[in-house]
């Protein structure tokens, strides 16, 4: 396949994997059982970029290509870091409608490069994906594992996303947002879920924004006066919780989740850069949404916290 240029963006309104290792892991060519709290599936293939030829994969300019939809947030996420690492000519990105068009819920331009990667694979075949246009073969469908071996293999000469004295400090963030962001507001707006339930989700996932709030009171970012791969989790996890869970949300909840002033102040100036808003396809994110979505609208939807759209069109390089 040719890489494609990236998708406009549509009408708008606003896991953690272990550090990377020299060599990789082995890839897996069944998925590993999947955790009980996410809905999320497991990754099929769990193959890393090493260092040099005894890795298997080793880092070597343009023979590895991103496969991903802006429409789903790891997709959005590895988008975001590929175009702050200016990585279109070292490992180009094929882009992937917003609705998988498999009858399994998988894009069928995948299903030939999950069949080579594994015999008589039978799954559906998801994005992202990081594939190996030598071998025609899939290294890896782990979004957390390809954004640290893409910074860590081809981003030299820019700022790193994962600076080893940040490492920690950064997979705490990516954290609380898949658990306490990302799952806690799914479980609230979880339809026929018990009243009790929803509200013990609400108040874990104002906690978190609460917790992502108080980090932004030291700096312009996450972590200081640096953007880091926090960042970029915190921005995906907001856009979500905006566009997405708020439609199974009642208004008021929505208020709640909005009374973070510096947290939703800095996704409006993260949508602003080039790297972020570019890439916000939020017609493709609401068509995501509908055709995966089967619980029950809520008040919620009605109410947007960020306008999205306007804030992606003052693109403003604001590292």
């Known amino acids: 396949m040719s890489a494609s240029t990236a998708p406009t963006a549509g009408p708008t ?22 955790s009980p709290s996410s809905s999320r599936p497991a990754p099929a293939f769990r193959g890393r970029i090493g260092r040099d030829a005894r890795s298997g994969h080793y880092a070597v300019p343009r023979r590895y290509r991103l ?7 790891s997709g959005l996420r590895l988008a975001v870091a590929h175009s702050l690492l200016g990585l279109d000519d070292v490992c180009p990105a094929t882009f992937l409608p917003a609705v998988p068009d498999g009858p399994d819920g998988g894009h069928s331009a995948l299903r030939p490069l999950y069949e080579a990667s594994a015999h008589r694979y039978t799954g559906p075949a998801l994005a992202p994906v990081l594939g190996d246009d030598w071998l025609g ?10 954004l640290r071996d893409l ?28 658990q306490g962001v990302d799952e806690a507001a799914q479980r609230a707006g979880a339809a026929g879920a018990d009243p009790a339930e929803r509200e013990a989700a609400l108040t874990e996932l104002r906690a978190a924004l609460g917790e992502l709030e108080h980090r ?20 995906v996890s907001l856009v979500q919780l905006d566009t997405v869970h708020s439609h199974h949300l009642d208004a008021a909840a929505v208020q709640r989740i909005a009374d973070h002033p510096r947290l939703w102040a800095h ?37 947007r916290i960020l306008d999205w759209e306007a804030y992606a069109s003052h693109q403003v390089d604001d590292r």
């Open 13 to 34: 309104a606003a896991q953690t994997a272990p550090a990377p290792t020299a060599g990789p892991t082995a890839a897996q060519t069944a998925p590993a059982p999947a």
């Open 67 to 73: 496969y991903l939809s802006t429409a789903c947030p």
């Open 137 to 146: 073969r899939i290294v890896s469908t782990h979004a957390p594992d390809i």
């Open 151 to 178: 910074d860590r293999w081809f981003g030299p000469g820019r700022p790193a996303l994962y600076p080893e004295d940040a490492l920690k400090d950064i997979e705490a963030v990516e954290r609380l947002c898949a």
């Open 216 to 235: 932004l009171s030291g700096g312009g970012h996450l972590l200081g006066g640096r953007l880091t791969a926090a960042d970029i989790a915190v921005w």
């Open 267 to 303: 996704a409006r100036r993260l949508t602003a850069h080039p790297a972020f808003g570019g890439h916000l396809d939020l017609d493709g994110i609401a068509r995501r949404h509908r055709a995966r979505c089967r619980g029950l609208e809520a008040a919620g939807a009605a109410v």
